[in-house]
């Protein structure tokens, strides 16, 4: 009996022994969960330390410009030569068909600007007249059907004295400096009445940065400089040779005359043109008022007054 408990009390004890080392087993294959947090703190904690490090030398070098939504910024650069200033012949004479009667008269010539100081500037300025260049395209060929369809309906005499339509954008420059670029465009359109209908419009750029300039960039106060040009082209109107030929009500349409297709800055001043059939008749023809700068200096951006 007493052998039997012996026996017992062993395999009780072997079985305990046996317990105990398969848990230290598995004890030993798990990693300790404590210590590994803790290693986790210090990276996080080296990290942030570099992060913080990183960040106190961005900020003594300084902030990080970012540059502006759809492209570069304009960069400024003080010129010491005026743009130059060449233009492209694109004049042609479209016909119906070889041999045909002519259709469409085109007068055109492009302006192309260079600047070797600043070929950013005159890239901007070149992208403005090639895409004039491009729509001009699109009136040429409304034109061209037009007239195809008139020659079309007139009868075998009419025809023999058909002279074609015409259309003209004749640009020519008015003014550079190492400050400003002034271009004007005398246009016309002739579709067979007895006189065509014509129409100037100027551009006038920042010759430093290529922007073409509006009212609100050369004016600091653009109400007031409306009403100084304004009262300029009264003075200009009511006197001879353009008295005589004013429209009725004209003093009501005067203000609506400086808009920004029709103004440009020279040496003297700024200039506006008043079209036919604003103010005036146009058998008298476009009329140009120059405001000299020293009406508009206390209305004026000192950078755009020529000194």
Not at 264 to 287: A, F, Q
Request: aromatic fraction near 8%; charged fraction near 30%; proline fraction near 5%.
């Amino acid at each position: 009996m007493k052998k039997k408990l012996l026996l017992l009390g062993l395999g009780i004890s072997l079985l305990f022994t046996a317990c105990s080392g398969k848990k230290a087993a598995e004890n030993a294959n798990q990693p300790d969960t404590k210590q590994e947090e803790e290693t986790k703190e210090d990276n996080a904690s080296g990290q942030d330390g570099e992060a913080e490090e990183d960040l106190e030398k961005k900020e003594e070098k300084g902030p990080v410009e970012k540059p502006e939504e759809g492209g570069s910024e304009d960069v400024s650069k003080e010129l010491s030569n005026p743009p130059e200033v060449t233009f492209v012949d694109y004049s042609k004479n479209i016909t119906d068909g070889e041999g045909g009667p002519l259709l469409l008269a085109v007068t055109e010539n492009c302006p192309v600007v260079s600047i070797p100081e600043n070929e950013a500037a005159a890239e901007k300025i070149n992208m403005a007249f090639e895409q004039k260049h491009t729509e001009i395209q699109a009136y040429i060929e409304e034109d061209t059907e037009l007239a195809r369809n008139a020659y079309g309906e007139l009868s075998e005499d009419g025809k023999k004295e058909w002279g074609g339509y015409g259309y003209g954008a004749i640009y020519k420059m008015m003014y550079a400096s190492t400050k400003i670029l002034s271009i004007e465009a005398q246009n016309y359109q002739y579709q067979g009445t007895p006189q065509p209908t014509t129409w100037t419009s100027s551009y006038c750029f920042d010759a430093a940065t290529g922007k073409l300039l509006t009212l609100a960039d050369i004016f600091t106060d653009k109400a007031k400089a409306g009403e100084i040009v304004a009262q300029h082209i009264l003075e200009t109107i009511k006197a001879d040779p353009y008295k005589d030929a004013l429209m009725e009500d004209y003093e009501s349409f005067v203000p609506d005359i400086l808009t920004e297709d029709v103004f440009y800055l020279n040496e003297e001043g700024l200039v506006v043109i008043c079209n036919p059939n604003m103010v005036t008749l146009d058998v008298v023809g476009t009329i140009e008022v120059q405001v000299p700068y020293t009406d508009l200096a206390e209305v004026m951006d000192e950078a755009y007054i020529a000194k």
